[in-house]
């Protein structure tokens, strides 16, 4: 059986992923080894087989016996662990949730579901390192990517409201904290209807304003508010999330010519969706029919959506889709602008098809390749 070590596999997408193994029996063809950067020596997860006591995360002679290695611990692991292995002559294959070796020449992006030929082609030519995309992007290729697969798109533009899980489970808590503090302060006027609307208001925005309300982690109120800002800052002026949908859609599809995307991304008070507001320039005028046609067929876990209010509040939402596979892709419509610009919302699961299922389906996927 292959040996597969696990490195991060206790952190929020890690404790996504062995769930979800579990659920899908996936630790039966494998033989899995835990690592730990902090723990050696300990009992490892349960995950209904016997395992050994965790080993040493950072001991490249140990994580050297494995056939493969999947981490979730983050790029700075990736950073000092990967060139040792690779150094020391080890020849497996790295799955990895980190962005580290994304843009890597040698690496491939996951997505199976949109880019299987990829990857296929890829295990055909050698290639060893296999690595999750970022959440906003793999969301978005997992509601359209039929579209890019007919190669209808001639440019698209995202527009995101994202999760404070994209930024951490610290983040999430804050975010709650947030909620609550807000609450807490309000609630002699929310107990009184006859309260004053605008004193209530006034209050929720002295609390936010307040140097004791909890910022510690976004550095500004997300509750009751928005932070139209993720990640690092681009020369170009973009954020560089907003530069990962443009860098790493045309790397996940290799596209022979490169595919204009851009956009604004913007963080919003939702726990672990993130959802999407495209616009579509189509290469064509194509019927909505038929791109909701090639929508709903791309994939199994995609789900159109009618361009109707209660479908969409009731289907199409950060609370419908929480903790599911199913991406749904709803107000599908022709823009005013002309007849081949198409908009569209759409909804996923951050942890699940943004962070710890592509990680997941590499993993079986080479466990077959390399029966
Ligand atoms: N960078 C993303 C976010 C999550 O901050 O929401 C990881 O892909």
């Known amino acids: 059986m292959l040996k597969v070590g696990f490195i991060g596999w206790r952190g929020m997408v890690g404790s996504v992923l062995m ?36 080993q040493d995360a950072l001991d490249v002679k140990t994580l050297s016996a494995m056939d493969i290695i999947l981490t979730c611990q983050g790029s700075d692991y990736t950073k000092e662990i990967y060139p040792q292995l690779r ?44 690595i999750g995309g970022n959440c906003t992007v793999s969301l978005m290729l997992m509601a359209v990517g039929g579209l890019f697969k007919h190669e209808y798109i001639e440019w698209l533009s995202t527009m995101t409201y994202q999760a404070a899980s994209g930024a951490g489970a610290k983040n999430m808590r804050e975010l709650i904290l947030q909620m609550s503090s807000i609450g807490n302060a309000a609630k002699d006027l929310l107990d009184k209807p006859s309260s004053a609307i605008l004193e209530l208001d006034k209050r929720v925005l002295e609390i936010m304003n307040s140097s004791s309300f909890p910022v510690e982690q976004f550095g500004a109120p997300l509750a009751g508010s928005l932070i139209p800002w993720i990640d690092a800052k681009m020369e170009t002026g973009q954020s560089r999330e907003e530069w990962k949908g443009y860098a790493e859609t045309n790397k996940i599809l290799q596209t022979k010519k490169q595919i204009p995307i851009d956009g ?22 194509i019927s909505i029919d038929k791109i909701q046609k090639i929508i709903q067929e791309s994939n199994q876990w995609v789900k159109v959506i009618s361009n109707d209010k209660e479908n969409s509040s009731k289907y199409l939402t950060p609370s419908a889709v929480s903790g599911k596979l199913t991406v749904p892709v709803g107000r599908i419509r022709k823009l005013n602008m002309g007849p081949e610009y198409l908009t569209l919302f759409t909804v996923g699961d951050q942890l699940l098809w943004g962070a710890a299922e592509p990680l997941r389906r590499m993993l079986r996927i080479l466990v077959d390749y390399m029966k």
């Open 19 to 54: 769930d979800r193994m579990k659920a899908e029996n996936d630790f039966r063809d494998i033989e899995p080894l835990f690592a730990s950067t902090s723990q050696v020596g300990q009992k490892g997860p349960d995950i209904g087989k016997n395992i050994p006591v965790l």
């Open 87 to 130: 150094n020391a002559g080890w020849k497996g294959y790295w799955i990895d949730a980190a962005s580290r070796l994304r843009m890597e020449k040698d690496s491939v992006i996951i997505l199976d579901p949109v880019n299987r030929d990829v990857i296929d082609k890829s295990l055909s030519s050698g290639i060893k390192n296999y």
């Open 264 to 285: 604004i991304c913007v963080r919003i008070g939702t726990m672990r969706c993130h959802s999407q507001a495209l616009t579509i320039k189509l290469r064509k005028n």
